[in-house]
């Protein structure tokens, strides 16, 4: 069972917005046991709509397509997908309702063009968008058995994205009959893409056929994940453990944890079983790494906040760095990191805290201090701990990595001090 | 002139990488007046990607292609790319002394699958990744003319950016004679997207055939994007300044710049050149304003830093949040918000301060402060600021939408207050 991705919107192609509505779409779907063929990303265009559709339908069974459905004179998908699919708009009542409904909550009066939102081809089935007024359209094509699906999606994300988990992904699973499928995510940091490769390819190789492994690089980390497909949840469940275990057997220093899509929701996760509490002093990351975590829900179990200590100013008096550690040693500086991470695990009274001061670039390097140069710190009911990096890349890069070794370092300690 | 980019990557097709190339290749083919006709994500399989090439270079004068690169069983684009233009792989010397140059900088031995880096198809110019070990390809379409061209870039994110800005756009910008492009954005907040197209329909109607809107919505804000095509620079300006004229007749209220892409660059701009400073206290966006405003570049010339006030002990402890007004208000409150944002630009010494505190969900909500909640709280040199705002959707849009909120609101203000 696959499905193509089609994202509708000039607005991509000139890159303005980020097409993150493909990742979240193609998570929910491989989760959901659907593999993503393709995506197609193109413009409110009436011919390209009915070419990609055609091309999708001839290499899926499943078809997304998301956007071109707001009130503004640039969006055609549903004028289009009418004469894809040979038929007319209406007003549909369902969609009227919930466009009225929501304008009310908005204290605005229905507008026209509010209520153009309304019209949908009559040859689909309208899936109400409680979180918006483009309405969700289900088509099914005549003459495949089983009958191939067309859902046509707003392109908002958190609209989408509702529709989706709550409405789209359960109908396709009855409509089709979908196979059992295992993803296992391992986290692994402290080692180059190519150099993992050489040390697990007798691995890689002796996995079974229908296991796949992906390299998932990301900033400073990588994730392997396994993806197993078969007949019986169970079996790939039990086959899965065995390649890990295995896994282990030759990389084991390397890996950070499992079953975690990102490093944050690992730490989360620790800190919240083992109750301890957390606290940050940023420079060079800005407040990265607190927002990273606190873009999870349920962060305040255990993060009880941070101190962006940009300026030096902010360094002696929000954390209590000396000033004459400062002059005699620079914000950048085992020392400072030091003062910086114990100043803050004091002051916020955590049992754990994390500081970073580097610098992210472009400017601020020098000879002894390059761009890519950064002091991590970490504190511990136990220990302080301060390490100089060295990373590459353009300042966002820098800060990622910093943020994903500040993560990795972190929870290590912590696996291992509560042990 | 137009452009196709092919974004190869399994990764992708599984939703675990976001693909952020597309957004930044096409951001800077437009930006160099190369149209972006579509998009294609497919897998690292060969069947696809000389399908997607084949129909690239039918619709395009250029096909861009990203991923596949890598040094993992998996990667099969340069094997792929030779059979397309009936080649032959060979080790090319400059990119084996660039991946011998970076292995050495790295401190590692150059191993049997690093030196496969090297190996590129014969009938391509190597563009050297100075950055990375995967050579970027230069090819040219026999039969065609001008003679349409594909570049095979590396996936990475920070070495296609490099390669892209330093190489292949001025490599393409020589190839071919690309046209004279202007794009101007203009930043509204505080209006619904249907709201302004109702507002501002008779100015856009009237606007020149060759100018293009673009209606761009973000969490919280819109960004319109005129895009105009013509012969000469000059003659776009003149026009594209008469229709923001017109524009700024009908909205005024709502727009709250021009020329930057985003709020926080609109607002670094400006801080910087009324060399006024800037603290933040954060609940509930947990550091996102921080992060977002220390993401730029040259962020430490106003930015002083911030508190991430997780926790009511840390409001009251880092910020002078009096513990009373917490029991009696709650932490989501006006009072709360006034303190915090008093507090911390008083302890931090900045002129202007930002503050938030709300219920980002999805738990916490209650009847009288339901999930959305957010008060929002400005300190200037000569006034303090509180207003209670309700933003629908989810988390991660809850704290967009404040992030935009407060850096709106705070550049009305120094906008106001600096005239």
């Known amino acids: 069972m696959n499905a193509t991705i089609i994202n509708i919107g000039d607005e991509l192609l000139i890159g303005q917005v980020v097409n993150t509505n493909a990742a979240r779409m193609s998570q929910m779907l491989t989760g959901a046991g659907i593999q993503v063929h393709n995506v197609f990303t193109i413009g409110d265009d009436a011919y390209d709509i009915k070419l990609y559709l055609e091309l999708g339908l001839q290499a899926a069974d499943i078809v997304l397509i998301t956007g071109g459905l707001g009130p503004t004179k640039d969006d055609i998908t549903k004028t289009t997908l009418c004469e894809f699919f040979g038929s007319e708009l209406y007003e549909n009542e369902i969609a009227l309702e919930n466009v009225t409904r929501l304008m009310k909550a908005f204290g605005r009066e229905l507008t026209p063009i509010n209520r153009q939102q309304a019209l949908v081809p009559r040859c689909c089935t309208v899936i109400n968008n409680v979180l918006g007024t483009a309405p969700c359209m289900w088509f099914e094509v005549e003459g495949t058995t089983p009958q191939k699906v067309v859902v046509s999606l707003p392109g908002v994300p958190f609209e989408m994205v509702n529709l989706m988990e709550t409405e789209v992904i359960p109908r396709l699973q009855t409509h089709f009959h979908t196979s059992a499928i295992l993803n296992k995510n391992i986290l692994v940091q402290g080692i180059g893409e190519s150099f993992l490769s050489d040390l697990i390819e007798p691995w890689e ?55 975690f899509e990102t490093l944050p929701e690992l730490l989360a996760h620790l800190m919240h079983n083992a109750g301890q509490t957390l606290a940050s002093a940023e420079s060079c990351t800005g407040g ?77 390097g020098t000879p002894t201090k390059p761009v890519g140069t950064v002091w991590i710190g970490i504190a511990t009911p136990k220990q302080v701990i301060a390490k100089r990096m060295h990373f590459t890349g353009r300042r966002e890069q820098v800060i990622e990595r910093t943020c994903n070794e500040v993560y990795a370092s972190l929870i290590r300690i912590v696996k291992e001090e509560l042990a």
Not at 212 to 236: C, H, I, S
Not at 298 to 315: H, I, M, Q, W
Not at 323 to 347: D, F, K, Q
């Open 205 to 259: 190789t002796a996995l079974p056929h229908h296991i796949r492994l992906a390299y998932l690089p990301q900033a400073g980390m990588l994730k392997l994940r396994l993806t197993a497909r078969g007949t019986e949840q169970a079996v790939l469940k039990q086959e899965v453990d065995t390649a890990v275990a295995g896994l282990y057997q030759i990389a084991r220093q390397y890996i950070v944890g499992e079953d």
């Open 288 to 364: 990265a790494i607190a927002s990273k975590l606190t873009a999870l829900a349920g962060a305040s179990d255990y993060f009880l906040g941070g101190v962006v200590s940009y300026s030096n100013e902010v360094k002696e008096k929000a954390l209590g760095v000396k000033h004459s550690t400062l002059t005699a040693h620079g914000a950048v500086s085992e020392e400072t990191v030091r003062e910086m991470v114990t100043g803050v695990r004091n002051r916020l009274g955590s049992d754990y805290a994390v500081a970073t001061t580097g610098i992210a670039g472009p400017g601020g």
